[in-house]
């Protein structure tokens, strides 16, 4: 399986004379066909993980996520039948979305020493009474390395 990602380009945005007053980073067009049909977002959420933590391991059999780091920088690892793939997302990665498709764990780490955003995109979207959070063993992934 083919895990797919995404780089956004970050644009500088100026003031009516020219001078920058922030940037723009596009994390989602539907002319970039990205996500497959029957697969686009249904929720967007923000979630946040503190400096050198961890949030999961756990795996969906039912969502697929679509991960974004848009403030700091994350690690993604997904254990996948060949094994670990690592990825990354945040300021220093191009903003790079990640695909989590149903059934494949997931850990994410944070990286530095702020804390890190992340959007997670999913389809379907989460509801407290989907109970599809299910625990995973990355108990041989080295997270220091």
Same mark, same amino acid.
């Given at each position: 399986? /083919?895990?797919?990602?995404?780089?956004?380009?970050?644009?500088?945005?100026?003031?009516?004379?020219?001078?920058?007053?922030?940037?723009?980073?596009?994390?989602?067009?539907?002319?970039?066909?990205?996500?497959? /049909?029957?697969? /686009?977002?249904?929720?967007?959420?923000?979630?946040?993980?503190?400096?050198?933590?961890?949030?999961?391991?756990?795996?969906?059999?039912?969502?697929?996520?679509?991960?974004?780091?848009?403030?700091?920088?994350?690690?993604?690892?997904?254990?996948?039948?060949?094994?670990?793939?690592?990825?990354?997302?945040?300021?220093?990665?191009?903003?790079?979305?990640?695909?989590?498709?149903?059934?494949?764990?997931?850990?994410?780490?944070?990286?530095?020493?702020?804390?890190?955003?992340?959007?997670?995109?999913?389809?379907?979207?989460?509801?407290?009474?989907?109970?599809?959070?299910?625990?995973?063993?990355?108990?041989?992934?080295?997270?220091?390395?």
């Amino acid at each position: 399986m /083919e895990i797919r990602t995404i780089s956004h380009k970050k644009f500088t945005t100026k003031d009516e004379d020219g001078d920058a007053n922030g940037f723009l980073v596009p994390l989602y067009n539907i002319h970039d066909k990205f996500f497959a /049909e029957g697969k /686009e977002p249904q929720q967007v959420y923000l979630t946040t993980i503190l400096p050198n933590k961890i949030k999961g391991p756990h795996l969906h059999f039912i969502r697929t996520g679509f991960f974004t780091c848009i403030k700091g920088n994350v690690r993604v690892v997904l254990k996948t039948d060949t094994g670990y793939e690592v990825f990354f997302s945040g300021e220093d990665h191009e903003y790079n979305s990640i695909e989590v498709p149903t059934g494949i764990p997931a850990a994410v780490q944070c990286l530095g020493d702020e804390e890190a955003y992340l959007l997670n995109m999913p389809n379907p979207a989460w509801t407290p009474e989907m109970n599809d959070e299910h625990s995973a063993d990355f108990s041989d992934f080295d997270f220091n390395s």
